[in-house]
């Protein structure tokens, strides 16, 4: 159990840490001499291995978000220096991205529960009333799957073109499923609803006229990318709700701007799986490949993304003072 004394004796170092952060955000790093970047680099690392310790009791989670937070501003203020390169794109990617997707982890799965509960509503709604399809798909496209024909077919002859507005469409709910973090989490909340709603309609539509296996086979090649892209994008989203309505022992202002860094790396590591995603959509998923082999492409790519996120990176080891 860490002791208040321990605190105490820790939180000068902590503070001076911070002092330093904010006169390299104000005047930039060259505004720090030598020495206060010697000392920066090293608070830097002390403050990595109070960070282990302090996780270790589960009554200090206050301190912890505050260090963790510190912490995370100075490995952005420390390596925001150096030019970038391809190696600190690879970096990024490889491990600084599944890291912080890891430590929001709640959040994007927050955003999952809020999608399949919408997903849910919507389908026992349409399932009940299928008039109701109507009102969120629109006429054209409930006669299209009352004729037991998909609308996706177009998709085929334009793959190009069809590519690049699919990108772009994902792209943009993706943004500004995040941007509407700043709403309190409201807005998030109602994108990552509705288009949950909209795939629950849209799933039993088809089941009620017999052509799951053909939507299915025809949404699990992109989906299984596509949909955990704007997972994140809601959880970023959320994040942002987080600091802007809870920040602690910080100032609602820093809360607020420490939330939006990690939310804004969230969201930026979702854009190449989305172009992925879109690529699969316009050239794979409207085509007449098998549907064994569609699946089992949704599995192969599913399994790839999950390693991604949750095995390739590994934390850093805090450094010992």
């Keep these: 159990m860490i002791s208040t004394h321990w605190l105490e004796k820790r939180k000068p170092y902590w503070t001076k840490l911070e002092a330093l952060l904010n ?6 790093l060259k505004s720090l001499t030598r020495s206060e970047l010697q000392e920066l680099s090293l608070l830097y690392r ?17 301190f912890a ?32 991205y599944p890291s912080t997707f890891r430590r929001n982890l709640k959040h994007c799965l927050l955003s999952v529960l809020i999608f399949l509960v919408a997903g849910a509503v919507g389908a026992v709604l349409t399932y009940q009333n299928p008039d109701f399809k109507v009102k969120i798909l629109g006429p054209e496209m409930v006669e299209t799957i009352d004729r037991h024909e998909m609308w996706t077919h177009s998709i085929v002859g334009i793959k190009p073109l069809a590519s690049s507005a699919i990108m772009t469409n994902n792209m943009s709910v993706s943004f500004t499923t995040f941007a509407f973090g700043i709403t309190a989490g409201v807005g998030t909340i109602y994108m990552m609803a509705f288009n949950g709603l909209k795939i629950g309609v849209i799933g039993m539509a088809c089941h009620l006229s017999g052509m799951s296996l053909q939507f299915w086979s025809f949404v699990a090649p992109h989906g299984v990318l596509e949909l955990p892209a704007i997972f994140i994008a ?3 989203g959320l994040r942002i709700a987080q600091g802007l309505l809870f920040p602690g022992i910080l100032p609602r202002r820093e809360s607020l701007a420490r939330a939006g860094l990690e939310a804004v790396q969230l969201v930026l590591g979702t854009i190449p799986i ?18 064994p082999l ?3 492409m949704a599995g192969a790519l599913f ?10 990176s590994r934390e850093p080891k805090p450094a010992q003072s």
């Design 234 to 236: 809601g959880g970023a």
């Design 23 to 28: 006169q390299s955000a104000k005047d930039g």
């Design 65 to 96: 978000r505050y260090v963790n937070q510190l912490l995370v501003r100075a490995h952005n203020t420390i390596y925001s220096g150096r030019r970038a390169s391809p190696k600190t794109i690879f970096s990024f990617f490889w491990d600084t």
């Design 274 to 291: 989305l172009i992925i995603a879109g690529l699969i959509e316009a050239f794979v998923s409207p085509t007449g490949l098998p549907i």
């Design 294 to 296: 569609k699946f089992s």
């Design 303 to 312: 399994v790839l993304l999950a390693a991604y996120l949750f095995g390739l």
């Design 46 to 62: 002390q403050t990595a291995a109070d960070l282990a310790a302090i996780r270790e009791d589960r009554g200090s989670v206050h």
